[in-house]
């Protein structure tokens, strides 16, 4: 039996734009810098799945470190972008022993970029194998990877993923995939625009297909609006949320955003 289970590692605040959109990227940088309408609080999700293979976590989740000075950067867009409420009890170690976990019992952790809230609660998995793109982890590691949201700093010295490229072919409708367990249950998909080599999972259980779309776009409503959540690459975001949207027509499929508090409504449906 598979078994999925939201665990909420603190609350973000961005920009309202980045939620509900903005016409253009000209409008994007000026309602980034000059307004002050920020979003209502929102949760930082990351997942833990219980499966026959063994637990794994889609995504870390954010930690309390991202208060201390000189952790995030000090620039006036990243100010101007994000702002954090997490404590050392809402960090993901914490989350798990709720439900029974140590994080040497974790297998596997799936990620679906390099942002700070997706990928900070990774150091508490030294033992656990890693994943990602490959275009999000060359990016981490390059020069231009700090303009991108990718801290190379703040990453585990021990941290080395298994990164992949999207070369098993279309799946389900999009384009390009790649299978991660061998019973086919899980499957990474491109979902670029947000971030480069942004991508999301698909878990099949047997009853329903889940999509951990992270931040593609912000929740249910946006994403049936074809609203992506904060963007890099207008172009590659709206091609993603189309293909996501098709998906998310279909009866069994349920698409979990890493934003949304209608999660917990969502799994228990």
Known sequence: MIKIHAIQTGKVKVKQFQVT????????????????????????????????????????????????SGYLPNSVLFKASVIYDVKREDEVDRQLAKLGYKPEQIKAVYLTHLHSDHVDGVYHFPKARSFAAKSAYDLAMSEKGGGAGYLKKNLPAWFKPDVFDFSDGPFDGFPSSHKLLPDGSLVAIPLPGHSTGHTGYILNTGSARYVFSADATGDGETLKNGIPFVILDNDEAHQSLSHLREYSQQPDVTVLCAHDWNVPRLLNS
Not at 43 to 56: A, T
């Open 21 to 68: 959109g903005a016409s253009n990227q000209f409008s994007r940088l000026r309602q980034l810098l000059f307004t002050k309408r920020w979003s209502e609080w929102l949760p930082v999700y990351c997942w833990l799945v219980e499966h026959p293979d063994g637990p794994f976590l889609i995504d870390t989740g954010e930690i309390a470190r991202v208060h201390e």
